[in-house]
């Protein structure tokens, strides 16, 4: 690994700890004496995505990682959560510990953290994967958050899902704001 500020071919390593699935190393180059950071990942085994016509596909992680990042696309979320949500599910993949998983389970796996994560990216991804044809299967996918979302769902991790709404509030302070409500 050549040094990023000056290109030099050495350097040394000033700290090293396991991350997830890896080792993460802060290094220190030997020329210029900047500190980068390089992470090492074990290169698992090969793993076959079975489509929906029977085909196998090698999987690969960057067609995942682009179809998250799609859905989302200028969504109010933290730097670096597309990449951590494609690291968790890939991770998960891998830990099934099969040679071949049908693409139905990737897109059943993404489908479910989009929605613990935001619902607009949920319904991004929902319809390409899920192949809304119509404006009617599309409602009553949203109809169904609508519905779920303040009993089911992360509360704490939720994005508005209407516009000019809070944050989802938790059990207990909305049924003190609906009393109030009431007494209004
Ligand atoms: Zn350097």
Known sequence: MNCPYCGYHDSKVIDSRSVNDGIRRRRQ???????????????????????????????????????????????????????????????????????????????????????????????RFASVYREFTDITVLKQEVDTLLSGHRETLHPTTQLPLLPGEELVKTAKTRRMSQKKRRAN
């Open 29 to 123: 180059c030997l020329s210029c004496g900047s500190r980068f950071t390089t992470y090492e990942r074990l290169q698992p085994a090969s793993l076959f995505v079975i489509k929906k016509d029977e085909r196998r596909e090698e999987f690969n992680r960057n067609k995942l990682l682009s179809g998250i990042r799609k859905a989302c696309e200028k969504r109010p979320l933290p730097t670096g959560t597309v990449d951590k949500l494609a690291d968790d599910i890939e991770a998960g993949l891998f830990h099934l510990g099969k040679a071949e998983i049908p693409s139905t389970v990737i897109g059943d796996m993404v489908m479910e953290r989009l929605r613990n994560l935001d619902y607009i990216a949920y319904i």
